[in-house]
């Protein structure tokens, strides 16, 4: 039996992570953003802000650890279209997980609403309080956590295909058991 190439284990360890994360944040941010002003709402909203800070600072370090090794080699049965669509979709996701929490920083800064990560930390505003910018800001953070579930759904149905239906090893290679 052939090893299959596997991503390293901290590669692995932080893929999973911020997936836990985005998980756990995309449903909480659409279920509190309807919600009427209250001591629970804001709670929400800070631990909602508290993920997507941890998102961006292991996002970065992600990244950082990719660009500094390499991922193991696609099996030699993808096509070219699924190899261009592969490395699109990944930089898309990397680009977005990487500018969604900074886009809500951004629109929290512009409503005049620090940011104070674990709320021990305070963030500073990035930009000055300006409350049709905050909205403006609040649709983009939208809209861009709507295309990362779509890149998100692209992603995990063409993993679960190849798997699958192709039976080739595409789960193993992200998995810590080898």
Avoid: C
């Amino acid at each position: 039996m052939t090893a299959v190439p596997r991503y390293s284990t901290p590669a692995i360890v932080l893929h999973w992570l911020v997936a836990l994360l985005i998980f756990v944040a995309f449903p909480l941010g659409l279920y509190m953003a309807d919600l009427p002003l209250s001591p629970t709402k804001l709670k929400l909203v800070s631990y909602h802000k508290w993920i997507g800070v941890t998102v961006a600072m292991l996002a970065a370090l992600r990244l950082v650890w990719r660009l500094t090794h390499e991922a193991p080699p696609l099996p030699a049965a993808i096509t070219g279209w699924e190899r261009r669509l592969s490395a699109v979709t990944h930089g898309l996701l990397y680009v977005l997980i990487l500018v969604i929490p900074v886009s809500g920083w951004l629109m929290s800064s512009a409503k005049g609403v620090q940011t104070v990560w674990f709320g021990v930390l305070p963030l500073p505003d990035l930009i000055g309080k300006d409350k049709a910018l905050g909205e403006q800001l609040g649709e983009l953070h939208e809209a861009l956590n709507y295309t990362m579930l779509a890149l998100v759904v692209l992603h995990v149905a063409g993993a679960l295909k190849h798997h699958f239906i192709e039976r080739q090893p595409f789960l193993q290679r992200m998995s810590l058991r080898g």
